[in-house]
């Protein structure tokens, strides 16, 4: 308003995301001039007063004077390369994976160190940019798609579900004005159908070690075939894992008959003989 722009014109372009060609922004004052390139710009400054928010006035001068250019400093290389809505979904989408490992695998450090530095990063541009937290939601259900699909093992149904929903969290993850603003297809693309391989991948293996039996200690020797060396009447000797440990069994059992291990206590092997049903399954 002070220098004399078109304020209302100006309002409808942050307001309603109007844009104007250079002729059209000069017909409806937004700007004061169109200029070809830096030295005709220079030429049609030259000589304008200007009126200075104090209220002073003062000629400018710009004739033939040396023009000088500014570096950006790195903090503002950095800041520019944070604010990128692309660089924002991928640091975002990393994190998510490193505190998933971290969970799973408590102790690791490493990927919780990694994953919560790249939350706050991606969270401290996201509140910057203009983003819909409905995409956020996209995101994280796509995270819950695949770890139903590790789970349930449902033919990729699941996964493929989550890679689209990752996709479309994405895509829509910034409102911007101008495409610059937006996370690109190629982008969405390339974070999503990776991130949605390595996550299944990754739950798939620690769902699988959780199911599987023990195969150490003393849990791991329940179930266990061995021999009968010695007698057991109750007590006796019993050939399991290339070892012979003290056993007791709750009848008389010959020399040379397979048995069961039920139960390991104090280092006691408490056996049954071994029934026609499990000499098949084995």
């Given amino acids: 308003s002070k220098r004399g722009r078109n304020v209302e014109v100006a309002e409808s372009a942050v307001r309603q995301s109007k844009s104007f060609s250079a002729d059209e922004a000069l017909s409806n004052h937004l700007i004061d001039y169109v200029a070809k390139d830096e030295a005709d710009l220079l030429k049609e400054l030259d000589g304008k007063t200007v009126n200075r928010f104090d209220g002073s006035k003062e000629v400018l001068h710009l004739a033939g004077k040396p023009v000088r250019f500014y570096d950006r400093t790195v903090r503002e290389y950095i800041f520019s390369w944070l604010m990128d809505p692309n660089f924002a979904a991928i640091l975002f989408s990393i994190g998510m994976l490193a505190l998933w490992a971290e969970f799973n695998n408590p102790g690791m450090v490493m990927p919780g160190v990694i994953g919560f530095i790249f939350i706050l990063l991606a969270l401290f541009a996201?509140?910057?940019?203009?983003?819909?937290?409905?995409?956020?939601?996209?995101?994280?259900?796509?995270?819950?798609?695949?770890?139903?699909?590790?789970?349930?093992?449902?033919?990729?149904?699941?996964?493929?579900?989550?890679?689209?929903?990752?996709?479309?969290?994405?895509?829509?993850?910034?409102?911007?004005?101008?495409?610059?603003?937006?996370?690109?297809?190629?982008?969405?693309?390339?974070?999503?159908?990776?991130?949605?391989?390595?996550?299944?991948?990754?739950?798939?293996?620690?769902?699988?070690?959780?199911?599987?039996?023990?195969?150490?200690?003393?849990?791991?020797?329940?179930?266990?075939?061995?021999?009968?060396?010695?007698?057991?009447?109750?007590?006796?000797?019993?050939?399991?894992?290339g070892e012979l440990w003290d056993a007791v069994a709750s009848a008389p059992v010959a020399p040379g008959t397979n048995v069961v291990v039920r139960k390991v206590e104090d280092l006691k092997l408490y056996v049954e003989p071994q029934t026609s049903a499990e000499r098949v399954g084995s």
């Avoid at 996709?167 to 937006?182: A, D, F, H, K, W």
């Avoid at 990776?194 to 769902?207: D, K, Q, R």
């Fill in 126 to 241: 996201m509140q910057l940019l203009p983003v819909r937290y409905a995409a956020l939601i996209l995101i994280l259900g796509a995270f819950v798609l695949f770890g139903l699909e590790a789970k349930f093992q449902t033919h990729a149904v699941l996964g493929v579900g989550g890679i689209v929903m990752m996709v479309l969290g994405l895509l829509s993850l910034v409102n911007g004005p101008i495409p610059e603003m937006r996370v690109k297809w190629i982008t969405a693309l390339s974070i999503s159908i990776p991130l949605g391989a390595i996550t299944i991948f990754l739950m798939s293996i620690a769902i699988k070690a959780r199911r599987n039996k023990v195969a150490t200690g003393a849990e791991g020797m329940i179930g266990e075939i061995g021999v009968v060396e010695a007698p057991l009447s109750p007590f006796g000797k019993v050939f399991v894992r």
